[in-house]
């Protein structure tokens, strides 16, 4: 079973940054798309980033500008930089990661890190 361990939450002022980290592991083969996504409570699990074995990215549009998203492939790492956060930021953060590992693919998710930012 491949596990996602996320770390990095925390509370924050207004402008300030904060920086999030996921680490994949568990008889994996290769990991294709790693992402981060955040949620509200009663709302949906929306996208913030996605980042490809490739390197390619794509950010939700509220983040563009402010969040960079980058990946150790060596490591399956995957880091998630805020800068200019604001109190919209505020949300729940879960590390995916999806791929193949001994026996099958796989489409893991991580435990959720709390990212609290104050106005």
């Known amino acids: 079973q491949v596990q996602l361990v996320e770390s990095g939450g925390g509370l924050v002022q207004a402008g300030g940054s904060l920086r999030l980290s996921c680490a994949a592991s568990?008889?994996?083969?290769?990991?294709?798309?790693m992402g981060w996504y955040r949620q509200a409570p009663g709302k949906q699990r929306d996208l913030v980033a996605v980042i490809t074995g490739g390197g390619s990215t794509n950010y939700a549009d509220s983040v563009k500008g402010r969040f960079t998203i980058s990946r150790v492939n060596a490591k399956n790492t995957v880091n998630l930089q805020m800068n200019s956060l604001k109190a919209e930021d505020t949300n729940v953060y879960f590390c995916?990661?999806?791929?193949?590992?001994?026996?099958?693919?796989?489409?893991?998710w991580g435990q959720g890190t709390q990212v609290t930012v104050s106005s």
């Open positions: 568990g008889n994996i083969i290769s990991v294709n798309d």
């Open positions: 995916n990661a999806r791929g193949l590992r001994v026996g099958s693919s796989f489409n893991a």
